[in-house]
């Protein structure tokens, strides 16, 4: 059984340009949450989705961001004009259900230019 | 509001140590506390996870605690390794709405041969 993926594991823009992030959550998991890890800090949720429907997004930047979780493929977080304090590892987690274990992907680490 | 804070920020031990590393969180209503190793630039990856009703964990060498009405939990790692070097992320599932894990900003551990 797979765990969660994320792809890609590496990615470099530059400033101004679209990052797309993929998650692909465990089999038989249907949540997802998003959190991001800025150098040196502890990681921060951002966004919770469950298929096709965002939950929370409380953590999420207003403007550039945004993250989707349809019903057939992987969730994309989507961040458009990247800058240059958008850099940081991101990390996907899934799970069966709200009160469920989260289990992390490897992680996207997003360099921007 | 949940903080998670982790001390100490680093540590450094020689080989063959026990030693302790602390979480202290704000908001004694958990869903439960995990604790997950760091090696840098890589994903997590857990390491011990006590539910809300449980006192204490144990795999291996690592030995986990969580005291809730006192707010605090503690690793400990026996006859410490130079593989036991990494950054060891505590963080706590909240109990309501999203269940989101709020994380520590960690303790960067070395230990010396």
């Known amino acids: 059984n797979a765990g969660v993926m994320q792809n890609p594991r590496h990615l470099v823009r530059r400033r101004g340009q679209e990052a797309r992030l993929r998650c692909s959550p465990m089999k038989g998991h249907s949540h997802v949450y998003w959190y991001r890890q800025l150098p040196e800090e502890g990681l921060k949720f951002m966004v919770y989705l469950q298929k096709e429907n965002i939950i929370d997004e409380s953590g999420m930047p207003k403007e550039r961001f945004s993250a989707e979780f349809p019903k057939e493929g992987p969730s994309i977080l989507r961040i458009q004009q990247v800058v240059r304090g958008d850099s940081a590892a991101y990390f996907c987690?899934?799970?069966?259900?709200?009160?469920?274990?989260?289990?992390f992907g490897p992680g996207t680490r997003l360099l921007v230019l | 509001k949940q903080e998670v804070t982790q001390i100490p920020a680093a540590l450094s031990v020689p080989e063959g140590e026990n030693l302790v590393l602390n979480c202290s969180f704000t908001d004694s209503a958990i869903y439960n506390l995990q604790w997950f190793r760091q090696d840098p630039g890589k994903g997590l990856t857990s390491l011990l996870l006590?539910?809300?009703?449980?006192r204490e964990q144990t795999s291996g060498r690592l030995n986990a605690s969580l005291d809730k009405s006192s707010g605090r939990s503690t690793l400990y790692i026996a006859a410490s390794q130079p593989g036991d070097s990494a950054t060891y992320l505590c963080a706590v599932q909240i109990s309501a709405g999203t269940y989101k894990y709020i994380f520590g900003t960690g303790t960067r551990l070395k230990v010396l041969a």
């Open positions: 987690a899934s799970s069966r259900g709200r009160q469920e274990t989260q289990y």
């Open positions: 006590i539910q809300s009703s449980q």
